[in-house]
Every structure is written in C-alpha cells, then in structure tokens.
C-alpha cells in the first residue's frame, strides 16, 4: 500500500486500533478468516519495510512498537547497502519516537557501483526494514515519494510459515532465512510468517496464492500445529492449503517442520511430517525439515528456533533445493 510518499512493502493495511496506527500484512476480509492466535500475529512486521525515494536532504518518519522483552531496531537500507554506522539502525519504543533519515553524500557513486554488480535495488530507495513486532505509524516529513518499479526487485518470492519463516531468533530481519533466499535471488520478499499461529487457514491461502505481486514462492508446514490438531486434521488443512499453490503455474516449493527435538511428541511429529510428504505428492516438490536443518547447535536454549547460523543454513539448502528442483535460476556468477 502506498500513503504520504512511501510504499508500505508487505502491508496491506493501516488498522485503527487503542494503542495508534497499526501495520497489518491482511487485508480485513482475511483477516476475519483467521483462526485464533493468528488474528494477533498478522500484524508482527516481518518483513515489513518503509521504502521512499528522498527529495529531501533529510526526513523524518515518527514510529512506535508494542513492547517487548528484547529491543526492537528499525534498520536502514539504501538499496542493498546498510547505511554506515551512524545511520545503520534506530531503536524504536512504545513512545511515538522521530527516525530522521538522511540522504548519502555519495549517492551517485553506490548507484555506479549497483548498476555495475546488477544489484537489485536502486541505492536511492531507503528502506526502513521494521523489527518483528507490532509497528505503529505515526506520520512523515520531508520530500519523499514513492519508489518507481524500475528502482525496486524484478522478482518476488513468498515465504508463509511460523515464527521460524517468520524470523524469531534471527537477531534482525536481514538475517531471516526468506531474507536471505531473497538476497541470493536478487528478489524482493513478502514474508507471511506467522508466529505460533500458521494454522493453514484456507482464506489465508486464497489470498497468498491470488496475489499476483509474486515469482515464485515456499510453503513451511505444521509445527504450530502439532498440539492443537489431530493427524487427520491437519492432513484436511494440508490439502486444502497447498490445493490453490499446486494449481497456480508459479514454481513453489514446500517442506514441514524445521525442527529436530520434540520430546512431547516424536511421534506425532513423525506423523505430521509424513503426512506433508504425501499430501505434496505429484503436487509440489517437498524437502524434509530434516534436510534443511538437523543440528540441534543450530538452534536457540529452547531447542525449537534457529540461531542466525541455523537461519543461514536453512536458506543455503532450501535455496540449493529451489535451484534443483527448477522452481528459481541460480544466480549469474556477478551476482554471486
């Protein structure tokens, strides 16, 4: 969505709501589709970013998050490149607080640099890339407007999962492992991670897969689902969520739980997996969890989310996986 001169990436709404402004990735109609907790979760930002093209030697955007146990920082980008280290990120409060951003003094000489490694954003697009949490906008001063699509990715990949895909743990949303397969593509990303609520909603999946923004996209299925659902249960929702991507001619790719330690359940997770596995036969091309990450040193003290290595492993080899099974070209060797 677009408003006061910036694209709003990966939001398709501004909600009223007690607390001020909120960004949510659903529109309404989906939103009401949702089972509960993923109502609470649509409108954590990941993968959420203020983009704009500055007319203006400085501007200033006021934001506010919900609160939270760790930090949350709003990390800027132009383009590709992280700005230095005095405009490299801002950390963002419960109080309405202004992030002033400036233009960099040597603009013309990263837009060569771009040009020349093919990169695929135009250093004059800032992107403010919002932490994973609930984000309030509050306004906008300064010149700005909206980036062109010829400034921006001409590939886009959709990532849906739970707060693994959505990025917990991963220390900042460049280190998410969708981030990272964007990055690899040279695509941009819309991230629908759900964290503790990927419950396979089948509104949720019309919506995904009629959206016409996106190149090719991964499906993560099932670890929030495994104390709430039966095995049959969840067998019925796999089907009906993967029905609308197996059907649609855009590459797209699933797995199941990227987990390797669940002692309440083994066997059930055995089961879940199975059941992914064969749902997305003859449907979609399927790589286990278990191939995607199997070192339980790659994941945080409660032996469920990745570490930023364990995300950096994930997005290796469900990239390599992509590339495989032809679901996205590697990239050219300037890019690499």
Known sequence: MEKDGILFHNVARIRATKAGPLLDRVPAAVFAGLDEPATHTS???????????????????????????????????????????????????????????SAPANLKRLQEVARAANLAFDPAVVRICLPYCRTYYWGATGAISVPRAQQMPKQTYLAYGSSITHGSLALNPLATYPQLIADRFQADLLNFGFPGSAWLEPALADYLAARQDWTFASLELGINMLDAFSPAAFRARVRRFIAPFAADPRPVVATDMVVTDYPAAPEKVRAFRQIVQEECQGKLPYVSGLQLLAQLTDLSSDLLHPTAVGMAKIARRLGDFMIASGSVAGPSPNQV
């Open 43 to 101: 409108s954590d930002a990941s993968g959420v970013e203020l983009r704009f093209v500055m007319q203006a030697p400085t501007v200033k955007l006021t934001l506010s998050v919900e609160a939270a146990a760790e930090a949350q920082v709003a990390y800027i980008r132009y383009g590709s490149f992280p700005g230095t280290w005095a405009a490299a990120n801002r950390i963002l409060t419960t109080v309405p607080t202004p992030v002033t951003i």
